[in-house]
């Protein structure tokens, strides 16, 4: 198959230095059999197989329902060369993926590495057979053109299909990650659709740590840090506006000189959280997208925001908008105004001489009142995230709030709503409440009174 691919359609020539269009016509010609300018299911499974390229009928079909993008049972030569482009595309971030010097070919020494940080382990020898039915010119490395080439038909999406193509092509036992829950189907776990389902749907038997375990096995320890560099790009605008609008909000619902209320107070922080939310929402969408994102789907907040706008839209942005808005308001109100009471009590209570707490009283007031925040919103805030997340996921329906609550509470029970909450914890409760300490000394430093 590659020798033909390389020798007829695609040869050395070309690949060099012609346009991708004229590559893409003359295997687009050779499929289109009756030479009506589209190629329909039959003909491309009797050109394939004709061509010495037999699939088989599951992977031809998958090629056609995905290139056939407006529906109408046939490809043309647009849908044709744009589901090529778009599969070299995914092909080129699984072949940078494996060579891990970037000098632009692919050693066997590298593959048992790739497969090593996947949590799978085979020997050089095997790696060396999975290299000679790729190597078309007998050096025992695969450079871009051959990668490319070989698995120009194959309709694998990403690294863990291409396992799995390998393990059932060559007859290797490479095996299975030890991570993939018990409850993923057969089905999933031959397709790699269980990597996808676990990161927006959960698994019930994945705690904390074999979560750690996976995302290390997955992209190693620096996906730990995977969309860090957008929550700190977020963090300030957003903090910042909370803040501020919170004071304006206080000033607005009391008089002057008047001591502002529990009721003013959750009105004022519920208000303020909702402001801040919309105004950094696009980035919050992001770093989800990164967070949950497979190794090498994105190089950078910048091609994230543009694969969003290029394939989602706008609106893509603000996906699960509404059950934020909805958490954040008793989540922001309840932090805010639990926090303030706390602080007032202890200074009513328990100062002598001084009206600062110290830091150790606001770190406390801090942790106490995002405790009671979280408990309150969670549930929404889980959903929202897999909201923002399920859109990575090709061809499952795109639930929305409701589905959502109902798909976990019937699955995963009540708990479920609260899957994650002690990871949550151990981020959040140190994040506000050193928030906080920061909050009542800036306050302080620039003069701003207290009500």
């Known amino acids: 198959m590659l020798r033909w691919l390389r020798g007829f359609v695609l040869p050395t020539a070309a690949c060099q230095g012609a346009e991708p269009p004229t590559r893409y016509e003359t295997l687009f010609q050779a499929l289109d059999r009756n030479g009506d300018g ?195 790009i977020k963090i300030a605008p957003e903090t910042a506006v909370k803040f501020w609008a919170y004071e304006q909000y206080k000033k607005l619902l009391t008089e002057e000189g008047q001591k502002i209320g529990t009721f003013e107070r959750f009105i004022s922080g519920s208000m303020a959280g909702a402001t801040a939310q919309t105004f950094i929402y696009p980035m919050e969408v992001m770093k989800t997208r990164l967070a949950v994102g497979k190794t090498g789907q994105y190089s950078g907040i910048y091609d994230c925001a543009k694969k969003i706008l290029k394939y989602e839209g706008f609106g893509a942005f603000y996906k699960g908008y509404v059950p934020n808005l909805l958490g954040i308001i008793p989540y922001a109100g309840i932090d805010l105004a639990v926090y303030e009471l706390l602080k007032s009590h202890w200074l009513d209570n328990f100062a002598k001489d001084s009206v600062n707490p110290g830091v150790l009283v606001l770190l406390g007031c801090g942790a106490l009142s995002s405790t009671c925040g979280q408990l309150a919103s969670y549930p929404l805030a889980l959903v929202r995230t897999r909201m923002q997340a399920q859109a990575m996921l090709e061809g499952a329906p795109q639930l929305n709030m409701v589905g959502l609550f109902r798909r976990i509470i019937s699955k995963e029970g009540l708990p479920g709503l609260y899957r994650g909450i002690t990871p949550n914890f151990m981020k959040v409760l140190p994040a506000v409440g050193i928030s906080y300490v920061v909050y009542e000394n800036m306050k302080q430093t620039l003069g701003v009174t207290q009500k």
Not at 190 to 208: A, C, F, P, T, Y
């Open 38 to 232: 589209v190629v329909d299911i039959r003909e491309l499974q009797e050109g394939l197989k004709s061509l010495g390229i037999p699939l088989g009928q599951d992977a031809e079909e998958k090629i056609f329902t995905t290139g056939d993008v407006n529906k109408d049972g046939k490809l043309d030569f647009e849908e044709f060369m744009k589901y090529l482009k778009d599969h070299e595309k995914k092909m080129k971030l699984a072949f940078k993926s494996l060579d891990k010097n970037n000098d632009g070919k692919i050693e066997a020494s590298e593959i048992v590495q790739s497969l090593q940080t996947l949590g799978l382990t085979i020997s050089e020898q095997q790696a060396e057979l999975i290299l000679q039915s790729i190597d078309a010119d007998g050096t025992m490395t695969v450079d871009w053109n051959e990668w490319r080439d070989y698995f120009l038909f194959n309709p694998v999406a990403d690294i863990e299909e291409i396992i799995r193509f390998w393990k059932h092509s060559t007859g290797i036992d490479i095996g299975d990650s030890l991570t993939i829950p018990d409850e993923f189907t057969e089905e999933e776990r031959k397709s790699g659709q269980w990597w996808r389902q676990l990161l927006v749907h959960g698994s019930k038997s994945m705690n904390i740590f074999g979560g750690f375990r996976q995302m290390i096995k997955e992209g190693g320890v620096r996906s730990l840090w995977r969309g860090n560099g957008t929550n700190v």
